[in-house]
C-alpha cells in the first residue's frame, strides 16, 4: 500500500525504516522531489509566497496574512478604500451592535464583502474552540474544529477591550455623514495585537490583521478611535 506523500520546507528529511526478524520483502522504495524555494511556480495570476504556496494577487497587501509566513503582507504600504457611491445604512449584523457607530456602507470594496449578510458569514469564522479542561492551555492546530467546548468568538477574547470594535470595523466599517467609511487607526490594531498575541498563541492562532496597512494617524478625518 502506498503511503502518503511527505512535504518538508527543509533541505533534509530522515527516513526510518523500522522491520522485525522476519524476511517478507527487499526493502522499501520511495521518491522524492526537490523544489527550489524561490523558483517561481505560481500561475501570472497568483502571488508566490515566500514557502513556494501560491495565492490570489487580490490577496496582497490586503491586511490579512494569507500566505503561512505571511510575505503576502510584507513592504505594503497604506491601503485605502476607493471612492464610491455607497450611502450609509444601519448596521445589522449582531455581534457588531453597541460599538459606538450604528451606520456602516457596503459593498466592503476593501475587503471584496458585498453586504451585510457576507459580513456576518465570514465573521463565523472567528470561532475558537479547545477540549473543556484544556481551554487556554493546550495549543490546537485549528480554530474551526467544534470539540465539546465552543469558546466565545475571537472578538470577545479578554485581551484586549476593544477587540470586538477592531474586527467589527473592518468587516462592517463605520459610515461617515457623507457616505465614505472609515478604517481603524493602526494605534488601534497595533494595542490589540500586543495584548492579544499571546493569548491567541495558547490556542494555536497566529494574530491574523497587518496594522500596518493601516492609516498611521489619529486625526478622526483619516481614522478613528475607541
Not at 508566490?48 to 495565492?55: I, Q
Not at 464583502?113 to 479547545?130: F, R, T
Not at 492551555?137 to 465552543?150: G, N, R, V
Request: charged share 15%; hydrophobic share 35%.
Amino acid at each position: 500500500r502506498l503511503q502518503p506523500i511527505l512535504t518538508s520546507s527543509r533541505h533534509v528529511m530522515t527516513i526510518l525504516f523500522v522491520a522485525d526478524e522476519g524476511v517478507a520483502d527487499s526493502g522499501f522504495f520511495a521518491t522524492y522531489q526537490a523544489r527550489n524555494a524561490t523558483e517561481k511556480t505560481c500561475s501570472p495570476a497568483e502571488f508566490s509566497c515566500g514557502n513556494g504556496e501560491c495565492r490570489a494577487l487580490e490577496s496582497v497587501c490586503d491586511g490579512w496574512h494569507d500566505c503561512p509566513d505571511g510575505t503576502d503582507e510584507v513592504n505594503c504600504t497604506g491601503v485605502s478604500y476607493p471612492a464610491f457611491g455607497s450611502v450609509c445604512e444601519p448596521v445589522e449584523v449582531e455581534m457588531c451592535l453597541g460599538l459606538g457607530y450604528n451606520a456602516t456602507s457596503f459593498p466592503n470594496i476593501w475587503l471584496a464583502i458585498p453586504d451585510q449578510e457576507g459580513a456576518a458569514e465570514v465573521l463565523q469564522d472567528y470561532q475558537v474552540s479547545c477540549p473543556g479542561a484544556a481551554c487556554g492551555t493546550t495549543p490546537t492546530t485549528t480554530y474551526h474544529a467544534m470539540l465539546t467546548t465552543t469558546l466565545p468568538l475571537l472578538m470577545e477574547l479578554a485581551c484586549y477591550q476593544h477587540l470586538r470594535l477592531l474586527i467589527c470595523s473592518l468587516f462592517v466599517p463605520k459610515c461617515t455623514p457623507d457616505g465614505g467609511v472609515l478604517q481603524p487607526c493602526q494605534a488601534v490594531c497595533l494595542a490589540a495585537e500586543l495584548r492579544c498575541q499571546q493569548s491567541l498563541g495558547l490556542l494555536g492562532i497566529l494574530w491574523p490583521i497587518n496594522c500596518n496597512i493601516l492609516p498611521d494617524s489619529s486625526d478622526p478625518i483619516e481614522c478613528f478611535q475607541p
